[in-house]
């Protein structure tokens, strides 16, 4: 009996639990967004921003010991910067040679140390949207490195848009491979000299 009741029960439970009542009214419609700019066609609105600047002359702040130049977006780039981009800066180390005799430009990304007998300097940098400051610190008295350091240095800034950093492995490290990855040629880079 016990076992009746406890099939009569299951199937009661089954009954109910596959009954659909009607349906609800239905619910409000979302607020349209405002529609953003067209792309150019055939490609996506969403761009990367690479700019090179020839000719940076740091300037030695005294009361800080440190160099330190103020790059700002608007003076080498129309497009507006949001919070989720990502700003890459490479200093441009030089030519170097390989042993086939092929020759390879030689960027590093900051921060980037460099190794005296005095001690450690090091480039760093900090952004906003609209700005980006690079400096050149140090644990000594840095009033009298040498000015191949901090005069006309050259230096690239890559602004990556959130969605194009978020997707994929990303090796920031190599400005190649960025650059490749962003589908940006060395001929389509604005460079531009400071005077």
């Given at each position: 009996?016990?076992?009746?009741?406890?099939?009569?029960?299951?199937?009661?439970?089954?009954?109910?639990?596959?009954?659909?009542?009607?349906?609800?009214?239905?619910?409000?419609?979302?607020?349209d967004g405002e529609r953003g700019p067209a792309g150019k066609d055939g490609k996506?609105?969403?761009?990367?921003?690479?700019?090179?600047?020839?000719?940076?002359?740091?300037?030695?702040?005294?009361?800080?010991?440190?160099?330190?130049?103020?790059?700002?977006?608007?003076?080498?780039?129309?497009?507006?910067?949001?919070?989720?981009?990502?700003?890459?800066?490479?200093?441009?180390?030089?030519?170097?040679?390989?042993?086939?005799?092929?020759?390879?430009?030689?960027?590093?990304?900051?921060?980037?140390?460099?190794?005296f007998d005095e001690g450690i300097i090091q480039y760093v940098f900090s952004h906003t949207l609209f700005d980006a400051q690079v400096f050149i610190?140090?644990?000594?008295?840095?009033?009298?490195?040498?000015?191949?350091?901090?005069?006309?240095?050259?230096?690239?800034?890559?602004?990556?848009?959130?969605?194009?950093?978020?997707?994929?492995?990303?090796?920031?490290?190599?400005?190649?491979?960025?650059?490749?990855?962003?589908?940006?040629?060395?001929?389509?880079?604005?460079?531009?000299?400071?005077?």
């Amino acid at each position: 009996m016990k076992k009746l009741h406890l099939l009569l029960g299951a199937l009661v439970a089954l009954f109910f639990i596959s009954c659909e009542g009607p349906q609800g009214p239905p619910g409000f419609d979302g607020f349209d967004g405002e529609r953003g700019p067209a792309g150019k066609d055939g490609k996506d609105a969403i761009q990367a921003q690479v700019f090179e600047l020839e000719g940076v002359n740091f300037i030695y702040n005294e009361t800080e010991n440190l160099y330190d130049n103020l790059i700002t977006f608007s003076d080498f780039t129309s497009f507006e910067t949001i919070k989720e981009d990502v700003v890459l800066i490479y200093r441009y180390d030089g030519p170097i040679e390989f042993g086939d005799g092929a020759v390879e430009d030689s960027w590093g990304l900051l921060p980037q140390n460099y190794f005296f007998d005095e001690g450690i300097i090091q480039y760093v940098f900090s952004h906003t949207l609209f700005d980006a400051q690079v400096f050149i610190e140090g644990n000594f008295d840095l009033s009298n490195i040498s000015t191949d350091y901090t005069d006309n240095q050259i230096l690239r800034v890559v602004i990556i848009p959130g969605e194009i950093a978020t997707t994929g492995k990303l090796d920031t490290s190599n400005i190649n491979s960025v650059m490749a990855h962003l589908g940006v040629t060395e001929e389509s880079i604005q460079k531009v000299t400071l005077e």
